[in-house]
């Protein structure tokens, strides 16, 4: 298995462009999960989804959207790039249900807004 | 809402010795789950450990084991015998709920000298 595999691992945009950061897992996973990690600073999350069409709001979700059409992909969506999105985006998928379950991590996306 | 406390931004240890890094949380719930997620210069986050709240024993998985102190609110980790590769970020996770989404602290930058 490959896990959860990201793209591209970095992305330096201009003010106002927009883009998707892909995310895909192998696992069957049903839980799904975008967080963002500004320097020094632990993990927020941005978005998660609990299955193919249904999607919900993390703690800083403004300025991003996210689709789940498959169990495999979630990808996130940048519209209109501002500075305050530079930062390492990770994706992170898990098993369903309420428990212990670890979240498996993707490598990360590194993105400059410039 | 939920928070995780890491208060000490850097902390090191002379290889071999024996270092525990600490974490406090907030809640209100009475079932949820800690983790304890190390982040090496390579950005992959990996699991380290974990514990479900309703269990008394402390979670142990080879060097590493968690002192949980549930009325205290308290989830320290302690490095035994540390090793060159345990130099790396570490975080403290908490989750609680079917969605399972992680509240992280902001971490610890754990070195190993030597």
């Known amino acids: 298995n490959a896990g959860v595999t990201q793209t591209p691992k970095f992305r330096i945009l201009k003010i106002g462009q927009s883009m998707t950061l892909q995310c895909t897992q192998d696992?069957?996973?049903?839980?799904m999960y975008w967080y963002r990690q500004d320097p020094g600073m632990g993990l927020k999350l941005i978005y998660y989804?609990?299955?193919?069409?249904?999607?919900d709001k993390g703690e800083v979700p403004n300025g991003y959207n996210v689709s789940r059409s498959t169990t495999e992909d979630f990808p996130l969506r940048l519209e209109l790039a501002a500075p305050s999105q530079t930062s390492v985006y990770f994706c992170?998928?898990?098993?369903?249900?309420?428990?212990?379950?670890?979240?498996?991590f993707g490598p990360g996306t590194r993105l400059t807004v410039t | 809402a939920q928070t995780v406390t890491q208060s000490q931004p850097e902390m090191s240890v002379q290889e071999a010795e024996t270092v525990t890094l600490s974490c406090t949380y907030d809640t209100s719930e009475s079932d949820y789950y800690l983790f304890w997620y190390k982040q090496p210069p390579s950005r992959q986050m990996i699991l380290v450990i974990r514990q479900e709240a309703y269990k008394q024993q402390n979670a142990t998985e080879n060097r590493f084991s968690v002192n949980f102190q549930k009325a205290a609110k308290s989830f320290s980790l302690k490095i035994s015998d540390s090793q060159l590769g345990d130099a790396a970020m570490y975080f403290c996770a908490f989750s609680t709920g079917a969605n399972s989404k992680l509240t992280f602290g902001k971490g610890i930058t754990l070195s190993v000298r030597p």
């Open positions: 989804s609990v299955g193919a069409g249904i999607t």
């Open positions: 696992m069957n996973h049903n839980y």
């Open positions: 992170a998928s898990r098993l369903a249900g309420e428990g212990i379950y670890e979240q498996y």
